[in-house]
Every structure is written in structure tokens, then in C-alpha cells.
């Protein structure tokens, strides 16, 4: 082999996240066409015009203040449930559990909020998100131990836990935290009492002139500070690393000395201290109890947000954003056109179905240019360990027939 | 007698059986055929929706008794449809197992109410009273004494086709060259490729047979119980159904006595609030029996499960052999 | 038909199957180079070669698994196009694969008739009957109503077989079908294989294991480096000339050995016990090379992980100059001294999808220069140990940010050599060091793990590759059913180590 030549290690710090932004955004937007396409021909079918649609869509969030607003507003949930899943995949693990994780935060969050109301507001704010992180925790620590000590899949786990977790709510809120102003007995108005105006989160919309109907609250600039704290985690701490070593290759992972188990044990943790925080926004920016049959599925929907923003904390931020322009488009649409505000959701899995569709296939792409130009630096030699190509020897010269 | 609410009750189960049966046996052919699927849930609700709509819309074309037959077929039909979807994502695109299931969930919601505005004109319901099958009383069974005979009196013809159904399902995946390969696909796709069995046809033919058989599930719920269409009338009863096939170790025999079990649990707070012992237990403590049970079958405390070896993982062709 | 006179028909048959000039390339390598060769009726034919010289891939060729790039395939004297294994089994080729694929819950009979039922409906007696009939006439024992998942290797191997058997396959390619078996498997295998030659089947038995070659083939191609260097018989070779021809010079070359004190113990095993490991004991000094030969499967894997604390042991002592490694984490081991150089690459190696400043620091990232005590990561000093090491051991890359997946499987090993040795082991453990590497990175390894003995370390060596453990160890021991059976030193002759692999008997014994 040569030795070792300046020509070999030239261009080591022409980053590689370059390339792999503008492919990353090539498939976001390939994706986004697609869906909008694919609505467009349902919209057609429908007999309505596309462009018609689509801009009724966008006038529901760009048209006024208020529209913003509501986007804005309903981004913060959106962001702390895709943050939550994000987390667990980037170690390898599917929590399908945010939904459980954040309705058992939401109760003992409103547990808090209605027992600890002699402490002063900004203490009660405080403890109300204390005790939501750690109900998160509490329900997100059971499917990792399990994982952990009995092999048990998360993914089955954790929907299994999200349905304990809605009968244990529902037990919640018609005993120990039940609404004593309307009586007993099954009530449709079944919640609980109303929290003390201490433990809400303050309105944050005024300040930029938007109306406290929309609910623009404190909620989003903790859940874009939340975003920043796991991307310093999972790309600047020890924990983020060995995570993504675990999830990319436990057997490597181990052997290098890393506990998989205490990882796994830690991301989950994580994963359900930020599911806990989902349901504040709507509990404690708006509603003010805690209402039966609180399934407001924004831990699924945190599913489709995660993988939009392709697990990345900045990524997660836009789609919880361009998925909070969707919904938003709802009111607008039925307001503007015929076509059923669902269209929505439709046009919402096209989205993420594209987008998943798109990454797979960009990945492959990308993966096999990466070997081809590995190929290159090396001189054409042995580049076979990559491909799993068990028998692919060196090209050589030499032929001398031995006989 | 005391025993009434006890018959009354396994009535109940008995309905609530045939839906996590019928959903159970669609994630077996799909489990079975190496594709994990989430998504029962989501075939389910466009099982609800449409099958209350084709109830509704062929009634008066064809009579009372084929209506809600007609209603049953379409349910399954849609759920079909909606489920090559799934198929298409994860065997052709390789996409995700469990993020397309999701997915399916997330959509299967809006598709609902989207199809619910065009047929009902209204997002989040039918009008209720539509026809149902006619109930048969089972002769023998509905005459047991001490009121046990309610729970065999007045049931829908669906019951009996959920408990029938064991019979092709089983031989069909254990006696059949199909169901042979279709196994193999879930086990070891790279052994069954390597004999020139095609893995991607078996997985569509499984999934889509999944989501039939979920969508005819949901819509007995809707046509033969509910007698409409609400939305959320599955209760995540496809999870259940997951959970009980999870137990039955993808078993089709032991998935009915999976399903008849917490199709029980099911039951207990409609029928049995105020038995002794068991009307002491908050009746959300009984609902949640289903998933405690999974969760402590999974851990390995009781028994030991073993899903298809192959189950959530993409194929990528033969050449890696 | 007597199969002694397996010479005698051998001369007079017309090719089976010929195979003329074909060529495969992969991105990068150029895997077979106009290779020819050719098939006749009722023989053994050994293809040979070391890793990489391109056996699996012309195989794979002929088995339509890979489309070749030139050259032309004729079956029977017809010039044919082999698209898929289904094609190839059309024409009667079939292979056994080194990874079998079974499906574990089926029967046996279910495996062999999977894909090739007689009906729609499945007759499971008339299936099994048949699967029993075809076993018997070729005399393999196998129960055809027992899972898959309860059988020996050795008989899952029998499966496979039936398979092809069972699909009328008049050639049977067998990828280094020894490699996972037991000596007294591979007896058996081999008594199969003679009686499937006495029916007139062809087969071709891939290998690199000479002595195996010699005793069962009745012609033997050698392949270097994608090429044919040259045909033979058992009869006109010998064992040293078949290894000349497959490395391209004479073999059981000596490199430099450093002479080096050899000084304290290091590594110290007693008796462990606990998976295939049946009381194995061991001592490697400072400045030695220990080499562990033997036939895979017979606890290497098990050996290597022990001592890195990755599986549990029932029993016996660990100790790293005195200090109880049973008792430590896998993190605290390699902190206490041990580097290792794990047989599988990519399973525990590297994480591929991380870059390869990433790699480089992985296992010392918690140490107070990499990151703090509070879990903050020194991202600077990373990249600069990146840089400096990939330099330092020629690792070949277009970036440090580039994933660890697009090296080639040389600079791999190179990676994580430089990532081990950097940490000034007292102890390198290494297995299967070379495995799959080229020549030119096999000496690269060879050379760096000399060097650690001149420093004065520790190596205890794991190697399935007698010429590997020759080249390099100071004290030869052999590793047979979880056991150490012999220690000899590096110029024992090959055929008493031989007899060591194979737990103390003569090749002829086992066989």
C-alpha cells in the first residue's frame, strides 16, 4: 500500500451534511409535490379547483394575525409529542407511547394544578409542568424496563400502555379528580374542577397583537427551547452519541463499552419527560380542566410530525409548523370551498406517506453514490466489505498457470 | 336468576368477540406474511363508516335482510381498498412497518368523516335506526336454564360467521401450498424467495385479506350493533385485537379463545357492574385487563410468545443470500 | 455404478457445464476475470482459493443469483441464459449456500417441498413419505416430521441438500459447506457426498481447506484474485503446491518475527465454562503472540466475548495482570488495558452509519478528553483524533465526515485498528483478523500486530487461517469443543496442529 499522501486526507473537512441537506430538502420538496398532487386529483374529483383550494388553505394561516397565531399556538404540542418519538428512534427504539405518556402526564399535571394551590402562580406553573414531566416519565419507564430486563418490544408495549392509560384517566377523572359542582353519576360534562388561574400559562399572543382567542401562550418558546435542548443532547452530549451508536449498531455499541440497556433506559426517560409536556398547551393555555376522554391523539399525530421532520430537531420544528398551517386550512377550506374540511387529514397522510416514501427511496440513492465514490478514493481497490459481497477479490494482473 | 346478567353478559361478549376476532384474524394473515400491521385499527373505522353507508344505500334496493349483508361485504371491500395502502408502502416502498400502520390510523380518521360528509351529510355520524341483519335464536344453546339461553337468544348471523370462520382460516394457512408459502414469507422470505417463491405477492395478498377482514369487522360494529355510524364507536378495539393475537401467538384456535376473553372483559361493566366481587372493581380497571395481560405475556411472566421471525422487516431481494 | 472408477469416467464424459470467460465485477472489483472452467457428470469438483480469489461469486453466477458481465454459460452443450435460481434449478444446478436458509418453525418436509408442491392442497404424509424415500435413497438420516429448529447443523445441512435434491438438481454446488461443521459432521457429509457422486450427481465443493480438498475431490481449479491459475487432481498435488498456487508464492512464509522478552503474564483464563466454552484455559505473556487455531464453531466467538465481559460465563477465572475481569463492565475491561479486534466488523466493530470521526473515539468517548464529566462532548478534539489516526494508519476516505459504511472492508479494519491500538493496550485481542481482507491490507494487519508485540504487549490471536496463526504466533495452542487440546510451538509441523483442531485425533480418525 502507498504511503501515506497529503492527496488522501485533502478535503477532510468539506462537510459531508452539505450534500446531505440539499438531498434531504430535494426529497422534502419532491415529497411535498407529490402530496400536493396526488390532493390536487381529489380535489379534482370532487369537482373543485386545485389552486382554489390550496390558497383557501394557506389563507386560513397567512390571512390575518389571528390565523398565525393559532398555527403558532398549536405548533408547541405538536413539537414536544415529535420530539418525544424522535428521541426513542434516534436509539432504535418506536415509542408509540406518547399518547399514553402525555394523558397520564396531563392528570397528574391537573392533580398539581388543583392540589398545590396555595403556592404562589409562577410556583404552581412550575410544579403543574414538574408533575406532568414526571407523570411522562412514570408511563414511559415501564415499557423501557420491560425492554430492558425481559426483551419485551417497545412498540407492542407502549400500545398496550397507551390503552391502560385511557382507563386510568377515565378512573381519574370520574374518582379521585372528579368535577364535585356537577354531581355524580355518568355525566357527558364529566371532568375535572376548573385549575386556579395561578397554574395557567400566561397569554403570550398580545405581544405580537394577536388575539387571546388563539392561544398563543408561553407553551411554543418552551417547546422551541425543548427543541434546542434535545439537539445539544443528541448531537453535543454523551448521551446523544451512544444513543445513536446503539441505534445504528448495538453489537458495535457494546462492545465499544456502552450499557445498551442504560441508554435505552435514559432515551425513554427523555422521550416520556417530553410527552408529559404535549397536553399543557391545551390544558393550561386554554381549556382549564381536564376534560373525559382526553385521547386528543396528538401523541400519534407527533408520529407523522417526527418523521416529516425527519427526526431532526430543527426539522420538527417546520413540520409541526407546516402541520399546524394544515389544520388550520380546515376552517378556511369549508369556509371558502365545497370540499369537506377532512380533505385535510387526507391531504395530511398523503403528506407524510410521500414523505416517508421519498426519504426511503433518496436514502437508497444516496447510500449507493456514497460506495461509488468510496470506490473512487479507493483506487478501485477492495471495496467489497461495504456490500456484503462475501467473495469479491482484488483485480490482478498476475495469471501464471501452474502447470 | 342470578345467572341472567352472567348470560346477558356473555351475549355481550359474544358481539364484542366476533369484532376482535374477525380484526385478530386479519393481523394473523398479515403477521403471518411477515408484515406487522398497526393499521387494524384504521381499516376498522373505514370498515365502520362504509359499511353503515352501504347498509343505508342499498336497504331499500334490496330488502331488509340483504341491505346489511350488502353493508358487511362493502365494509370489507373498503377495508380492502384502504389497506393496499398499507401493502403498497411497506412491500413495494419498503416503507416502515409500524410508521405506515400509524400512518393508516392517522388517515384512516379523516377518510371517515370525508366519506361520512358525502354519504350522511354530516362528518361524525350516520343517522341512527338503520336495518340489521335478522337476529337468529342458536336452537338448544338459547333454551339453557337459569338465563344462561340470553346470551344465545337474538344474536346477529355474524357471530356465527366469526366462529365458522376459524375453519377456512386454519386450513387454509396449515393445508394449503398458499398458506405454506405464505408462512414462509413471514419466517424466512429469503428461504422462500431462493425456491422461486415470490414474497411480494403473498405480503399484498396478506394484507389486503388483513384489511378486508378488519373492515368486515368494523362493519358488523357499525351495521349489526351500533345500528349506525359514530365516529370513535372502535374504542381501540383494533388494539385489542393486536393484543389478542399477541397472546394467541398467532395462533388461529387460540386466537378465539384470546379474543372471547377480553371480548369478556369487555362486557363486564355493561352486564356485570353490580355482580358481587367483580362490581367492586372500577369498571376502567376491567377494560384495561386486556392490555395488562399482553403486556404481562410479552414480559415473558406467563409463557412465552414468538411472532413470525420475518414479521417488520422490509425484504430487499435475493442477491444478499 | 462403483464410484472407484470415478478417474476412468471422468475422461471420457463431455462437459456438463462450461463456463467460458465469464467475468463479474462489483463497484470496485473486478470479482471474477474471464474465468473458465469446466463441469462433468459424476464428479467432485473442488473450487479453491483464498478469500476474495472469487470462488462464491462464479458460483453465484452459475446459480443466477448474479448476472454476469462476459462470458457465455453452456448446460449440456447448449449456450444458456440463467436469470434466477429458478432458472438454474430448471436446468439442474442447484446450491447449498455457507448461511443456510431454512425456514426454522417448518418441518423438514415442509422445507424441502416449499415452492415445489405437487398441489394446491398439501398432502403433509404423502410429503413426508416422499422427503423419507428421497432421504433414504441417498442415505442421509433425517427425521422428515421434525422441526427445523430442533436440528443439528449438521443435519440442517442435510436439508439444504435434500432441497436440491428434491428438485432433481444434477450439479450441486456447496459453498464452504465445512466451514460450521464438526469433524465428525464433516465425515458424514463426506460419505453423503461420495454416494451422491456413486448416483452420478456433479458437485462442486468450494473450499479453502486443503487437506478436506485432497481427501474428497476427484479435480480440483484453483482461483487467485478473480482468475483460474490452474486445474489438477489429487492425485498429480500435494498439499504445499495446491497452497503455492492459491497464494501465488510459496506459503508458510515467515515474516520478521521481532524477538522480544517475553515477560509477566498478562491474560490469564482458567477454566471457563458456559455456552461451547467446556473448561478452557490460557495464559498469554507480555510480548508474546498467542495464535488459537481451530475449526470454527468451537468457541471462538464465545472465547472472545468472555473475555471482553459481553456474555455471561458459568464459570472459571478472567484476570487482566491479576485484576478480576469477571467482575468489570465491558467499558471498564477495555479501560484496564485490553483492545479487540472483533471478527465481525460490522457487527461489533463499527457502527456503520456513524461518520469516521465518530468511530475513531468510540469506546474512549467518556475519557476526560473526549467529553466532560457533565456529558459534554469535546467535538473538536474528536475530529482532531480522527484526522491524526487516519493519517497515521493510511485509512482511505474521501472525508472524516464520511460514514464508516463507504470504506472498504481493508480500511475498515484499519479504522479500528487505529482506534484500538491508540489507547496503549496491555492486551490486543484479535479475531479473525483478516477475515475477508485483501492481500495487500492482510499484511497491513499482520504487520501492526507484530508491532504490538515489539512494544512489548500482549496479543492473543484468533484465527481460523493456519497460515495466519503460523505467520505471526509465538505459541500455537488449538481450540476443539470449547477446549484448548495441544500447545505446539510456531514450527510444529501442520498436520500435528492438525490434530489438535480436531480435539487430539489424526485427520483420518475424524474422518
Known amino acids: 500500500m502507498a504511503t501515506v499522501e497529503a492527496t488522501t486526507v485533502r478535503d477532510t473537512h468539506r462537510p459531508e451534511w452539505v450534500e446531505n441537506i440539499g438531498g434531504q430538502l430535494l426529497a422534502l420538496l419532491t415529497a411535498l409535490g407529490i402530496a400536493v398532487l396526488l390532493g390536487s386529483v381529489i380535489v379534482i374529483a370532487y369537482g373543485e379547483n386545485p389552486l382554489v383550494v390550496y390558497s383557501a388553505i394557506l389563507s386560513g394561516s397567512f390571512g390575518d394575525a389571528n390565523g398565525l397565531g393559532y398555527v403558532l399556538a398549536n405548533a408547541g404540542p405538536l413539537i414536544f409529542s415529535a420530539l418525544a418519538v424522535s428521541v426513542c428512534f434516534k436509539g432504535g427504539m418506536f415509542n408509540i407511547g406518547v399518547e399514553g405518556q402525555f394523558i397520564v402526564g396531563m392528570a397528574s399535571a391537573s392533580f398539581a394544578a388543583l392540589t398545590f394551590t396555595f403556592l404562589p402562580a409562577p410556583l404552581l406553573v412550575l410544579s403543574v409542568l414538574v408533575f406532568g414531566v414526571l407523570g411522562g416519565m412514570v408511563w414511559a419507564a415501564v415499557p423501557a424496563i420491560l425492554k430492558v430486563k425481559t426483551g419485551a418490544h417497545e412498540v407492542v408495549t407502549t400500545i398496550m400502555m397507551n390503552g391502560i392509560a385511557a382507563s386510568l384517566v377515565a378512573w381519574v377523572i370520574r374518582g379521585p379528580l372528579r368535577y364535585e359542582d356537577i354531581g355524580g353519576g355518568f355525566n357527558v360534562n364529566l371532568r375535572t374542577d376548573p385549575f386556579p388561574d395561578a397554574a395557567m400559562i400566561p397569554d403570550l399572543g398580545h405581544f405580537f397583537g394577536i388575539a387571546s382567542s388563539a392561544r398563543l401562550s408561553w407553551v411554543l418558546p418552551m417547546a422551541i427551547v425543548a427543541a434546542a435542548v434535545v439537539w445539544f443532547i443528541m448531537r453535543r452530549m454523551r448521551l446523544g452519541y451512544e444513543a445513536r451508536a446503539v441505534g445504528a449498531s448495538p453489537g458495535s455499541a457494546r462492545a465499544a463499552g456502552i450499557s445498551i440497556g442504560a441508554v435505552q433506559v435514559k432515551l425513554f426517560l427523555l422521550s416520556g419527560a417530553l410527552a408529559g409536556l404535549v397536553g399543557i398547551q391545551q390544558l393550561f393555555a386554554d381549556q382549564g380542566f381536564l376534560p373525559a376522554g382526553y385521547e386528543a391523539g396528538i401523541g400519534f399525530t407527533g408520529i407523522a410530525v417526527a418523521f416529516l421532520g425527519q427526526n431532526s430537531p430543527v426539522g420538527i420544528v417546520f413540520a409541526a409548523l407546516l402541520w399546524g398551517v394544515l389544520a388550520r386550512g380546515e376552517t378556511s377550506l369549508q369556509l371558502e370551498t365545497d370540499v369537506p374540511r377532512e380533505f385535510i387529514i387526507i391531504l395530511q397522510g398523503l403528506l407524510i406517506m410521500s414523505v416517508v416514501v421519498t426519504y426511503q427511496v433518496a436514502k437508497r440513492r444516496l447510500f449507493s453514490r456514497q460506495l461509488r465514490r468510496a470506490a473512487e478514493v479507493e483506487d478501485l481497490h477492495d471495496a467489497e466489505a461495504s456490500v456484503d459481497i462475501e467473495e469479491a477479490g482484488e483485480p490482478g494482473s498476475s495469471r501464471e498457470v501452474d502447470r | ?321 | 455404478m462403483a464410484s472407484n472408477d470415478a478417474g476412468a469416467r471422468r475422461e471420457s464424459a463431455s462437459p456438463l457445464v462450461v463456463m467460458e470467460g465469464v467475468s463479474k465485477r462489483f463497484p470496485g472489483v473486478l470479482a471474477n476475470d474471464e474465468v473458465t472452467i469446466d463441469l462433468r457428470k459424476g464428479e467432485v469438483h473442488a473450487l479453491i482459493g483464498e478469500n476474495g480469489a472469487g470462488k462464491s461469486t462464479l458460483m453465484r453466477v452459475l446459480y443466477g443469483l448474479y448476472p454476469p458481465d462476459g462470458g457465455t454459460i453452456r448446460v449440456k452443450g447448449e449456450v444458456v441464459k440463467i436469470a434466477s435460481p429458478r432458472d438454474a434449478i430448471a436446468l439442474g444446478i442447484g446450491m447449498v449456500h455457507q448461511h443456510f436458509v431454512l425456514v426454522d418453525p417448518f418441518t423438514v418436509a415442509e422445507n424441502v417441498i416449499l415452492g415445489d408442491e405437487d398441489g394446491p392442497i398439501l398432502n403433509t404424509e404423502t410429503a413426508q413419505r416422499q422427503v423419507a424415500q428421497l432421504a433414504e435413497a441417498y442415505g442421509f438420516e433425517i427425521d422428515p416430521a421434525a422441526a427445523v429448529e430442533d436440528l443439528s447443523v449438521g443435519e440442517e445441512q442435510r436439508v439444504e441438500i435434500l432441497k436440491a435434491l428434491f428438485r432433481g438438481v444434477d450439479i450441486l454446488i456447496l459453498d464452504e459447506p465445512t466451514a460450521v461443521l464438526t469433524p465428525a459432521e464433516t465425515k458424514e457429509l463426506f460419505e453423503n457426498l461420495r454416494k451422491l457422486r456413486g448416483d452420478g450427481k456433479t458437485i462442486v465443493f468450494i473450499s479453502h481447506k486443503l487437506d478436506e480438498v485432497l481427501a474428497i475431490a476427484d479435480r480440483i481449479t484453483v482461483l487467485r484474485r478473480g482468475a483460474v491459475v490452474g486445474e489438477t487432481t489429487p492425485a498429480e498435488t500435494s498439499k504445499a503446491k495446491l497452497a503455492e498456487m492459491m497464494v501465488g508464492r510459496p506459503v508458510l512464509f515467515r515474516l520478521d518475527k521481532p524477538q522480544v522478552e517475553v515477560g509477566e503474564t498478562v491474560l490469564r483464563l482458567d477454566d471457563l465454562r458456559g455456552g461451547r466454552l467446556q473448561g478452557l484455559s490460557l495464559e498469554v505473556r507480555a510480548g508474546e503472540i498467542v495464535g488459537v487455531a481451530g475449526v470454527e464453531g468451537n468457541g471462538q466467538k464465545e472465547l472472545a466475548d468472555s473475555i471482553m465481559g459481553l456474555r455471561p460465563l458459568e464459570g472459571g477465572e478472567v484476570s487482566l495482570d491479576g485484576h478480576d475481569l469477571r467482575a468489570m463492565s465491558t467499558q471498564e475491561i477495555r479501560n484496564s488495558g485490553v483492545a479487540f479486534v472483533p471478527e465481525d466488523r460490522h457487527d461489533q466493530g463499527l457502527v456503520l452509519d456513524m461518520t469516521i470521526w465518530e468511530n475513531t473515539v468510540i469506546g474512549r468517548h467518556d475519557d476526560a478528553d473526549y467529553s466532560s464529566r457533565r456529558g459534554v462532548l469535546f467535538i473538536k478534539k474528536m475530529k482532531e483524533l480522527a484526522v491524526r489516526l487516519i493519517a497515521q494508519f493510511d485509512v482511505r476516505t474521501r472525508s472524516i465526515e464520511s460514514t464508516a459504511r463507504t470504506l472498504s472492508g481493508g480500511n475498515q479494519q484499519k479504522l479500528i485498528l487505529a482506534r484500538e491500538l491508540e489507547t496503549d493496550p496491555k492486551l490486543l485481542l484479535a479475531a479473525q483478523p483478516t477475515r475477508g481482507l485483501d492481500v495487500g491490507a492482510i499484511e497491513f494487519v499482520w504487520s501492526q500486530i507484530l508491532e504490538q508485540k515489539a512494544e512489548g504487549r500482549a496479543v492473543l490471536l484468533i484465527s481460523a487461517e493456519l497460515d495466519e496463526i503460523y505467520a505471526l504466533s509465538d505459541r500455537i495452542v488449538t481450540l476443539y469443543e470449547g477446549r484448548i487440546t495441544g500447545e505446539y510451538p510456531p514450527d510444529a509441523p501442520a498436520d500435528e496442529v492438525g490434530r489438535g483442531m480436531l480435539g487430539g485425533k489424526t485427520p483420518a480418525e475424524a474422518r
Open chain 2, 1 to 321: 336468576m342470578p345467572l341472567g346478567d352472567f348470560g346477558a353478559a356473555i351475549g355481550i361478549a359474544l358481539t364484542y368477540f366476533t369484532i376482535i376476532y374477525l380484526t385478530g384474524l386479519g393481523g394473523l394473515f398479515s403477521e403471518r406474511s411477515g408484515i406487522v400491521n398497526i393499521g387494524l385499527e384504521g381499516m376498522m373505522i373505514v370498515g365502520t363508516v362504509t359499511g353503515s353507508c352501504g347498509t343505508a344505500e342499498l336497504t331499500p334496493e334490496l330488502g331488509l335482510p340483504w341491505g346489511p349483508l350488502a353493508g358487511i361485504l362493502i365494509g370489507a371491500a373498503a377495508g380492502a381498498i384502504f389497506a393496499s395502502i398499507h401493502a403498497l408502502a411497506t412491500v413495494t416502498f419498503k416503507v416502515d412497518q409500524i410508521v405506515s400502520g400509524v400512518v393508516i390510523n392517522l388517515v384512516a380518521i379523516g377518510v371517515a368523516r370525508f366519506l361520512s360528509t358525502i354519504a350522511f351529510g354530516q362528518a361524525t355520524q350516520s343517522d341512527s335506526g338503520q336495518p340489521r341483519m335478522d337476529p337468529i335464536d342458536i336452537p338448544l344453546l338459547s333454551s339453557l336454564p337459569w338465563g344462561l339461553g340470553k346470551a344465545f337468544d337474538g344474536i346477529s348471523p355474524m357471530v356465527i360467521v366469526a366462529f365458522l370462520m376459524v375453519i377456512p382460516v386454519w386450513y387454509s394457512l396449515y393445508r394449503t401450498r398458499w398458506g405454506l408459502r405464505l408462512r414462509s414469507c413471514g419466517e424466512n422470505p429469503d428461504a422462500a424467495r431462493s425456491l422461486g417463491v415470490r414474497v411480494s405477492p403473498y405480503r399484498y395478498e396478506a394484507v389486503l385479506l388483513s384489511g378486508a377482514l378488519a373492515g368486515m369487522a368494523g362493519a358488523f360494529l357499525a351495521v349489526e350493533v351500533n345500528l349506525s355510524w359514530n365516529e370513535g364507536q372502535t374504542q381501540g378495539l383494533g388494539f385489542i385485537a393486536l393484543a389478542a393475537l399477541i397472546l394467541s401467538n398467532w395462533n388461529p384456535i387460540r386466537l378465539m379463545g384470546a379474543a372471547f376473553i377480553f371480548g369478556f372483559a369487555q362486557a363486564i361493566p355493561l352486564r356485570l357492574a353490580h355482580a358481587p366481587i367483580i362490581g367492586a372493581i372500577p369498571p376502567e380497571f376491567i377494560r384495561m385487563t386486556p392490555y395488562v395481560v399482553t403486556i404481562v405475556v410479552l414480559a415473558g411472566f406467563v409463557g412465552k410468545v414468538r411472532p413470525p421471525a420475518a414479521a417488520g422487516r422490509a425484504y430487499e431481494g435475493s442477491t444478499g443470500i
